[in-house]
Every structure is written in structure tokens, then in C-alpha cells.
């Protein structure tokens, strides 16, 4: 199997903690998301016609969202996670479900660009220069749909981070974040106890990057905070590379 991830990006690292909690062996190709743009590339297009990552590829297989990597894993995991419990399975389907309804996109880019000028003056440019990029390959591109969808997904993006007021946007954002976190259970059998479930993958991450962009606060569960420490100790969680804190130069050195 091929995972193609970005090491910086949120779902890439669902997909990269939930195949390794799972024990299934993968090659890894990082993508250069930011610089090289090769998610916007051709050859990439083929894989994952909506242009993003991750992609996991698995002969004639390809699933193209993270969470159908986790749905996966957690299949071929079988008993060692929860999701595998009857009882347990459809709560545990829910949680996802709502962790997927965050916009974690808006809360972190949307932080970084009221906090650092700079940054706000660049990725801006980025964004446009993206849809110019696309804009220019539609006349000659064999799937003008896919192409015009991640168009209009970008001036989405830049609609959200230019109009209107970012501060309040991101109040809006930190309270989906709150709504999905008091959903959340002290650890038990189902959730967060001896053994995992996709709820614990996608939390785990969501804790990261919430360390990562300083809203760590919002995590109020003491249990949960103590849960979260012990998942990194795990060896999975030390080989999936969650960020928690921002690491540019990787960014920049392609790592």
C-alpha cells in the first residue's frame, strides 16, 4: 500500500495514525502541498481527482479521504478496536462523524492569519496563485468538473479568510470544536479505555492540532488531558508524526 500524505496536513495524519494503530504496512510518499503544490499536479489528479490528501493506494484500490483510511483500518483491525463491538459502534460512528464537521481548516489557517501579518500576506497569494494554476489548466484538462470544483473549493477559502470579520469567524469556530469536545466521555469501555477506536484516532489528532495552534485550553477534561498523555507514549502515535507544535522549516526543506 502507497499513503500519499502531507506531514503538515490534519487529515494526512488521521490517515498515517489510523493505518499504523491498526498495524497495517504502507509505503509513504509525502506530497509537497504548499511549495511544489504536487496535489494540484496531473499524475496526482489521476490518483485523487478531488486534489487533496491523503490518498491511499492499495493495488486496484484507492481510497481518497481520510476518513474512509480510518473506516478501513478500523476494519481490518477487527476486535483490537472498539469499533468492531456492537455495542459500541454506532456511538462510535456518530463521534466521527461529528469530529468531521469541524472545519479544523478555518480554525487554524483563519489563527495564523490574525496573529502573523506576514503569513496572512503570503498564503493569501498562495490561494490565489492556486486558482490561477487551475484556472489555466482547464482548457487542456480531461476531468474540467474535478478542476472546477477544487476552483470553486479555493475561492471559498479566500472568500472566508478576506470578508467579513475573522475574529468572530473563529469564535464560531472554537465553539464546534466545544461542542463536539463536551461530547465527549471520560474514558470507558467504549471510549477512550484499554482498547481504541476511531474515536480515539481522530481525537488524539484534534488534540494535537489544538496544542499546535495555541486552543488547547478549550480541552477542559482532566481525564481526557490524562488520556491524551498516554497516547503518546504509544509507538503508533510516535510513528504518525502529529504535530503539535508548527514546524516551517520542514515545510520549507520538503520533510
Request: hydrophobic share 45%; net charge neutral; aromatic share 10%.
Amino acid at each position: 500500500m502507497i499513503l500519499y500524505s502531507a506531514s503538515s496536513s490534519y487529515y494526512s495524519m488521521i490517515g498515517r495514525y489510523a493505518l499504523l494503530e491498526a498495524g497495517l504496512p504502507f509505503e509513504l510518499r509525502r506530497m509537497d502541498i504548499h511549495l511544489a503544490k504536487e496535489q494540484l499536479s496531473a499524475w496526482y489528479m489521476k490518483i485523487n481527482p478531488a486534489m487533496t490528501v491523503p490518498a491511499l493506494v492499495d493495488k486496484d484500490q484507492i481510497w481518497t479521504d481520510s476518513q474512509d483510511i480510518l473506516k478501513y483500518a478500523a476494519t481490518r483491525a477487527g476486535d483490537q478496536w472498539m469499533d468492531a463491538d456492537a455495542d459500541c459502534a454506532s456511538r462510535i460512528e456518530q463521534l466521527v462523524r461529528d469530529h468531521y464537521s469541524i472545519t479544523i481548516e478555518r480554525l487554524t489557517f483563519g489563527k495564523a492569519l490574525s496573529s502573523i501579518a506576514p503569513l496572512r500576506f503570503i498564503a493569501l497569494r498562495m490561494i490565489r496563485n492556486a486558482i490561477h494554476s487551475l484556472e489555466a489548466q482547464l482548457s487542456t484538462s480531461s476531468d474540467k468538473t474535478a478542476l472546477e470544483a477544487k476552483i470553486n473549493l479555493n475561492q471559498q477559502r479566500l472568500a472566508y479568510f478576506t470578508e467579513g470579520n475573522l475574529a468572530d469567524k473563529l469564535e464560531v469556530e472554537r465553539n464546534n470544536v466545544r461542542s463536539f469536545l463536551e461530547q465527549l466521555p471520560t474514558p470507558e469501555t467504549c471510549l477512550f479505555g484499554d482498547k481504541i477506536s476511531s474515536v480515539d484516532i481522530v481525537t488524539v489528532v484534534l488534540f494535537g492540532r489544538l496544542k499546535m495552534i495555541g486552543e488547547y485550553q478549550l480541552v477542559q477534561s482532566s481525564e481526557l488531558i490524562d488520556w491524551f498523555k498516554r497516547m503518546q507514549l504509544r509507538p503508533a502515535y510516535k510513528k504518525a508524526d502529529i504535530w503539535t507544535y508548527f514546524q516551517p522549516w520542514r515545510i520549507v526543506l520538503k520533510r
